[in-house]
């Protein structure tokens, strides 16, 4: 079985990618090896996706990590919180808990990123990719 480490970052989200240069030294990991899980806002709530690389996006700690490595070529995986509907609403939405008749969603989306973790460890990356990214058919 493939090692994982699993880390969280104890900084603001607007420092969390500091300690990736570490961590990639420390394990002796190089950029393919990096998979970063966190929120967003454009996916509805339950919905997760894998991209192998690409911008941040507006993202804060996406930003970060790109800053502290040089770097967007790494994998990410995001997991949808669903936009609040006004800008001014979004700093509440995303520090905040969230409704409860939606923590049920959640969790399967928790659990679906879980999953996908242990896969893309086994080199499943491509597969895992194609299901998470596949849209949802309409009801």
């Not at 990639?24 to 966190?38: A, E």
């Not at 790494?74 to 936009?83: D, E, T």
């Not at 242990?118 to 998470?132: C, F, K, P, W």
């Amino acid at each position: 079985m493939n090692r994982i480490i699993l880390v969280k970052p104890l900084t603001y989200m607007n420092s969390s990618g500091i300690i990736i240069p570490f961590l990639l030294k420390k394990y002796k990991l190089n950029m393919t090896n990096l998979l970063i899980l966190c929120d967003n806002l454009d996916l509805e709530p339950g919905r997760c996706k894998l991209k192998l690389k690409g911008s941040s996006a507006a993202h804060n700690g996406l930003k970060s990590i790109a800053n502290s490595i040089g770097s967007n070529d790494y994998m990410r995986i995001f997991i949808g919180i669903g936009h609040p509907g006004s800008r001014e609403a979004v700093r509440d939405h995303v520090l905040g808990d969230p409704d409860t008749s939606e923590l049920s969603v959640y969790e399967q989306s928790y659990r679906n990123a879980a999953d996908a973790v242990i896969r893309i460890s086994e080199g499943l990356q491509e597969q895992v990719m194609n299901e998470l990214n596949r849209k949802k058919p309409s009801s």
